[in-house]
């Protein structure tokens, strides 16, 4: 059932629309956003987006909002792989990101410059959107940020007072910290060797941490 699954997510992806723009379009300017859970990413990407004009793609956000939707094919999917503290396929998580691109694309062309935060999130992950993107996005560097386990826990129960998230709990927290670790600092590492990292101590304040992005941003235009 999973294979058939991913397989109609694969064949609806290579038929998409955003394949058909026009070529004078400009390529989507990509920076992956990842650290832990309760990092801050979401926050600092909201203040990069009202400084700088980034379109923020968060991809759990688009996995949540698709779990929501009535009459979803992947909802039940997706929720089991959240609730455990797992990666959903990487067919599923693409093309959501895929759809998003085209959609604020199709509305200004021009609004290309994109921030995909939690995302690529293990080795498949990254293998799907070389495969996917190869040629048709462009990844300007990795914006890394790196927080203590505890705080980054600290911040998540907080949150979870509100949130409403079924994963904003200490044991599913733990499950995702040690996935993080497992599956996503070895893609970090790989874009380190690179060069195309930018570590940012996300432990500080708000305004601290933001004040280090603005660098980065300022300097790379």
Known sequence: MLYRLLSCVTRKATASAFYRLPALIMKPQVYFVLGGPGAGKGTQCAKIVEKYGYTHLSAGDLLRAERGRPGSEFGELIENYIRDGKIVPVEITISLLQRAMEETMKSNEENNKFLIDGFPR????????????????????????????????????????????SDDNRESLLKRIQTYVQSTKPIIELYEKQGKVHTIDASKTVDDVFAHVQKIFDKEG
Request: hydrophobic share 25%; net charge negative.
């Open 122 to 165: 293990n080795e498949d992950n990254l293998q799907g959107w070389n495969r996917t993107m190869d040629g048709k996005a462009d990844v300007k560097s990795v914006l890394f940020f790196d927080c203590c386990n505890e705080v980054c826990i600290d911040r998540c129960l907080e949150r979870g007072k509100s949130s409403g998230r």
